[in-house]
């Protein structure tokens, strides 16, 4: 049986983070050469040691995503060693909490610039070469806190919001191209993460507990996230995906 992403090349950035693992994992499994990266050099080889040691193809590539020279530089080494870039993955997660009062600018300007500008770096260094290949997927992750927000998260959800109409713009602009574009929003994940946030918040409560009585998992978000990197999902694009169990309750 042909596998959902044979022999495609997916680069997976934030991948050292519970959800970029595993779609990272995810995706090789079903073929992709995936080429993880972030900052943590030693996160990275021990994801890829696991993948490669489940049959699965996979490179470490060390990312600094808040340097567009850093980024480039990435996305050419992936296009010299494996000729294509199909798929783009941006996971990158800041865990700033903490009431409006106590958050200085400084604490703002690194969740929008390794968030925000850092989707943007890495989406400006792979659609040069998808535009010219006339295909390609991105797929960005925002968060339940761009439509819903959260008191503690202001930082956090107002990137999420601009990935939400950032991703719109670049699937229109480049829809001509045959590139899509789509973002996934998660909910509360099981995750190191959240145990940061709810100790921020106090608990989850209302419909932040999750339609489901319980936190997502990594797994369900790299689920969405397979199927908008697959040709099952060819006609979806700036599209913005929720895998929150039903808590969102914004339109």
């Not at 339940?144 to 956090?156: I, N």
Request: charged share 20%.
């Amino acid at each position: 049986m042909t596998k959902l992403l044979e022999d495609r090349v997916i680069w997976v950035v934030g991948a050292s983070g519970a959800i970029g693992a595993a779609i990272a994992r995810r995706v090789a499994g079903e073929g992709a050469v995936v080429v993880v990266s972030a900052r943590s050099v030693d996160k990275l080889e021990a994801l890829k040691t696991e993948i490669v040691a489940a049959s699965g193809r996979a490179q470490a590539l060390p990312l600094d995503i808040k340097s567009r020279k850093n980024v480039d530089e990435a996305a050419q080494t992936i296009l010299a060693q494996h000729g294509q870039i199909d798929g783009l993955v941006n996971s990158t997660s800041i865990s700033d909490f903490g009431p409006l009062m106590n958050l200085d600018d400084d604490v703002w300007m690194d969740v929008l610039n390794s968030k925000l500008l850092g989707y943007v770096r890495t989406m400006r260094a792979v659609l040069p070469a998808m535009s010219e290949r006339k295909r390609g997927v991105i797929v960005n992750m925002s968060g339940r806190g761009g439509k819903q927000p959260t008191a503690t998260h202001l930082p956090g959800g107002c990137a999420n919001a601009a990935v939400n109409l950032l991703d719109k713009g670049v699937a229109d602009a480049f829809l001509p191209f045959g590139i899509r574009v789509n973002t996934v929003a998660p909910g509360p994940i099981a995750s190191d993460r959240l145990d940061q946030m709810m100790k921020s918040t106090g608990s989850m409560s209302d419909r932040s507990a999750q339609t489901f009585n319980r936190p997502g998992t990594p797994e369900d978000v790299a689920e969405a996230t397979l199927w908008l990197l697959s040709d099952q999902s060819r006609h979806v694009t700036g599209a913005i995906i929720p895998v929150d169990g039903g808590a969102t309750y914004t339109v």
